[in-house]
């Protein structure tokens, strides 16, 4: 018995004086992870090419065409082992000339509102279209509503973000459904066009783009949508109070072309030992052309570059094969993010982790996970690490929209998370441009993603080391 109790407690004394030994050893490569993120970090001069020498890219365009040749390019001088463009068909939709809008209140009685043309809608007739408005706050109220004051007139959707709510993120996602589906479920009931409220928490007079949806509705029955801005949806809100027979009047010509083709870019450290094992750290190419996509995402993108060119510097040598992988097309039809795993899955690759930074470019303050329970307990013992650098927030949850296609049982996901208070102001708008971008918090990312990587890497996640040691 006395000799059972005396192993016992050798065999915890020793992992406790293991354990002491890798939280030194992590603690001091976090660290070095951290001083060159900060003293010499590549991404926000990346960013400001990105942003400012390119501008917004979005799917099908030049501006995306160069910001992939300018990745590859700079992915190359970091001297990977290897660098590569992944070719992806992706839709090509232009906005054309800007929108224009107004309230008419009476004859000759106008006054001009903000709007901007959503993602993949189709244009207003050259004259525009002028009609009656009906204000609905979800899908829902329209069939409430029927056919009989529906049809004929434009569907004002008119639901906020809810200000409560602490999660900006779950705000957006209680109200993008009237501009993702607005069209589609408005065409039913005979409506002409939609004018969807912008998803944005400030009282402010930019429109906010983003993707939607005509689903199988035949291409002659599809109407035009459009997105006003806050201020605008509040002042119309107001004067349909008063008046309820007031038109609206909005002209936009985008149009939708053939796909066309273009690339994710891929770059990859081959791992020491376990260069036939995966981890990725992405973020994504494309973005929106109302601004020039510095926190959506040209964030992520320039974050996901330095965790690679850290590794480089700090001459960290990876167990795993690390890739850096800049989707395209994220924003209107998650292609890159698709062709990526289903080229994986035809080559057999095996992915064990991947990482996405697709939040914005604020101050980091943790991940969100898609994992499993054991894996879970590991990334909890590691937030001590993290303290030092006000890292605090480890929640299971959603990773990112591109990563998701590669999810696979044992398989970990995660999300950078940065603040989110600010992030919706940006969003799609106008003003998402590399002047809101601040450069400590954009580097403070990078570092902590990094640092992540770094931890899983080195201790694998649970499901691939049980394989290992069975």
């Known amino acids: 018995m006395k000799r059972t109790l005396f192993t016992l407690t050798l065999v915890f004394m020793a992992s406790l004086l293991q354990a002491q030994s890798n939280y030194k050893k992590d603690s001091t490569q976090l660290k070095a992870i951290y001083n060159e993120a900060l003293l010499n970090g590549k991404s926000y001069d990346w960013l400001d090419h990105l942003s400012n020498e390119i501008g917004g890219r979005l799917s099908g365009s030049l501006n995306a065409e160069k910001a992939v040749k300018y ?3 700079e992915l190359e001088s970091l001297g990977l082992d290897k660098v590569w463009l992944q070719p992806v068909m992706v839709p090509k939709w232009t906005r054309g000339q800007k929108e224009y809008a107004y309230i008419e209140t009476g004859p000759g009685q106008t006054s001009t509102t903000d709007i ?14 002028k009609a ?17 004051k529906i ?5 004002f959707y008119n639901r ?3 200000a409560d709510l602490v999660n900006t993120f779950a705000a957006y996602g209680g109200c993008v459904d009237q501009r ?19 998803m944005n928490l400030r009282s402010d007079d930019l429109p906010h783009t983003g993707s939607m949806t005509y689903g199988d509705t035949p291409a002659n029955q599809r109407i035009p949508a459009c997105a006003i801005s806050t201020n605008g949806a509040d002042y119309l809100s107001s004067a349909l109070k008063i008046l309820p027979s007031l038109y609206f009047y909005f002209k936009q010509s985008c149009r939708t072309f053939d796909d066309v083709l273009s690339h994710n870019v891929v770059g990859e450290i081959t791992g020491s030992q376990y260069p036939n094992k995966y981890m990725v750290v992405g973020g994504h190419l494309d973005s929106w052309d109302l601004g020039d996509g510095s926190h959506d995402d040209g964030a992520g993108v320039v974050q996901s570059m330095e965790v690679l060119r850290l590794f480089k510097e700090i001459g960290y040598q990876p167990k795993h094969s690390i890739r850096v992988v800049l989707f395209m097309n994220e924003e209107n039809g998650l292609r890159g993010g698709n062709k990526y795993a289903e080229e994986a899955r035809l080559k057999n690759e095996k992915h064990v982790f991947a990482l996405e930074s697709d939040a914005g470019g604020f101050t980091p303050r943790g991940f969100s996970f898609d994992l499993d329970d054991e894996n879970f307990k590991q990334v909890e013992s590691w937030k001590p690490l993290f303290k030092p650098y006000l890292i605090h927030y480890f929640e299971r949850g959603g990773s990112g929209a591109d990563i998701g296609p590669l999810k696979e049982d044992g398989m970990v996901l995660a999300g950078l998370r940065p603040d989110s208070q600010r992030y919706f102001d940006h969003h799609h708008a106008a003003n998402d441009t590399f002047d809101a971008v601040n450069k400590r918090e954009l580097e403070l990312g990078g570092a902590s993603m990094a640092s992540l990587v770094y931890l899983m890497d080195t201790y694998g996640t649970k499901t691939e080391m049980t394989v290992i040691k069975n």
């Open 71 to 73: 990745t590859k390019a």
């Open 116 to 129: 901007c043309a959503l993602g993949g809608s189709v244009p207003t007739p050259v004259s525009g279209i």
């Open 132 to 148: 009656q408005l009906i204000e609905v706050t979800s899908l829902d109220q329209l069939a409430t509503l029927g056919r009989d």
């Open 151 to 155: 049809e004929g007139k434009i569907v």
């Open 160 to 162: 906020p973000m809810q």
């Open 180 to 198: 993702y589906a607005g069209a589609m479920e408005a065409a039913k009931y005979g409506a002409v066009a939609v004018v969807v409220r912008s």
